[in-house]
């Protein structure tokens, strides 16, 4: 079966840390440019990181920058998103997904995962 299962998520307070992680299945993970998607209920949907197949290169929405960091582990088919200094304004169901092609920061995704809650409250 082709999916991704995201994990990690939680109750954290203002100022904390999380990890993220992103399990994936049924696809050459190497392949793909992967990405962290989040959404606050009610609310659209709002990038936040690309990597490339490599993981050589990163992009992050400008909110997160210097707070986020997307990495991945090829071996083990594993996207991470290692987040700090975390705020209220980044509670939200966190969403790992691929890409559909292979340039980064397109904005287009052909597989999702079921997603994880962080809550940043004190």
């Known amino acids: 079966q082709i999916q991704l299962v995201e994990s990690g998520g939680g109750l954290v307070q203002p100022g904390g840390s999380l990890r993220l992680s992103c399990a994936a299945s049924?696809?050459?993970?190497?392949?793909?440019?992967m990405s962290w998607v989040r959404q606050v209920p009610g609310k659209g949907l709002e990038w936040v990181s690309d990597?490339?197949?490599?993981?050589?290169?990163?992009y992050y929405v400008d909110s997160v920058k210097g707070r986020f960091t997307i990495s991945r582990d090829n071996a083990q088919n594993t996207l991470y998103l290692q987040m700090s200094s975390l705020t209220p304004g980044d509670t939200a169901v966190y969403y790992c997904?691929?890409?559909?092609?292979?340039?980064?920061?397109?904005?287009?995704?052909?597989?999702w995962g079921q997603g994880t809650q962080v809550t940043v409250s004190s």
């Open positions: 997904a691929k890409a559909t092609g292979p340039i980064p920061l397109a904005g287009e995704y052909d597989l």
């Open positions: 049924g696809f050459i993970f190497s392949n793909y440019v």
């Open positions: 990597i490339i197949d490599s993981g050589r290169a990163t």
